[in-house]
């Protein structure tokens, strides 16, 4: 089936705009991606057995801390069998008459070498959100402090970005690209994939960071007290501005 279809992994935290994304893609008269399957967010991670999902290792901003939740292609489970299984699972929920197929899991960001050994073919669309708008929105599900979903951010991020040098076939954006111009975006992915370009159909709210943004500042301070004012200052401003995002200046990141 593989080789007969082209597969698009869509790979980015949770909260960071990917079900959005899928939910798009998915309008594509071309693709099928997951729906109605009964599952959180419709996600390929729990509709399979053949790797452990997010939840295994903790879920939502806690997954990355766990090293054996980072798979690559020197995994014992990248297989030709499990590939195969993966697609015999995964296909009774996707319209296999369309040649385009889509699986969207947050832990995707820190397997992509893991489905690149299993698939050698597919495409990863990577998709970045502000870590102030991805932590303060995550913390619900986790539980965990602010700087411990900044910090879960980091980690995961810095393992894809060394991931990402070993990827033939990878599209990387930002959420704040695709709100300013989501159409612009869509063709972008579009004419990555390889399908004409369609016209956006889902309702999009540009400013939900917003909302996020002033929380952060009514918390800043108070964080700045849990962990060392250098260590905030310097070391973990410097990681974020790496990936083109300030915890001081908001709305002040770049490609």
């Known amino acids: ?6 597969l698009v992994f869509i790979c980015g935290l949770h909260r960071s705009g990917t079900s959005l ?9 071309m693709m099928s991606g997951f729906h109605d399957t009964g599952v959180p967010e419709d996600e390929g991670q729990h509709l399979q ?4 999902s997010g939840n295994v290792y903790g879920g939502p901003g806690k997954f990355g801390f766990y090293p054996q939740s980072f798979l690559n292609e020197y ?9 195969e299984n993966l697609m015999q699972q995964w296909g009774r929920y996707w319209d296999l008459s369309k040649p385009v197929l889509v699986e969207k899991s947050p832990p995707n960001l820190i397997r992509t070498r893991f489905l690149q050994a299993l698939f050698p073919e597919a495409y990863f669309i990577v998709l970045l959100r502000h870590p102030v708008a991805v932590s303060l929105a995550t913390q619900k599900w986790s539980k965990n402090s602010i700087p411990e979903l ?10 894809f970005d060394l991931d990402a ?34 016209k956006l159909i889902q309702p999009i709210k540009p400013s939900l960071n917003e909302q996020y943004f002033e929380q ?40």
């Not at 033939?168 to 992915?189: C, G, H, S, T, W």
Request: with cysteine.
């Open 216 to 255: 952060w500042l009514q918390y800043r301070d108070q964080i700045k007290t849990e962990i060392s004012d250098n260590y905030f200052a310097h070391i973990l401003e410097s990681r974020m501005m790496r990936f083109g995002y300030s915890l001081n200046n908001l709305h002040n990141y770049h490609q």
């Open 150 to 159: 900044l910090e879960h951010w980091l980690i995961c991020h810095e393992r």
């Open 21 to 29: 994304l899928h939910s798009c893609l998915r309008d594509h008269p």
């Open 49 to 52: 057995n053949v790797y452990p």
């Open 165 to 198: 040098r070993q990827l033939r076939n990878k599209l990387i954006f930002k959420y704040e690209e695709f709100m300013l111009d989501p159409q612009l975006v869509l063709d972008a992915i579009y004419k990555f994939i390889g399908v004409p370009t369609t």
């Open 75 to 83: 995994s014992a489970l990248a297989t030709k069998e499990n590939a």
């Open 1 to 6: 089936m593989a080789q007969t279809h082209k």
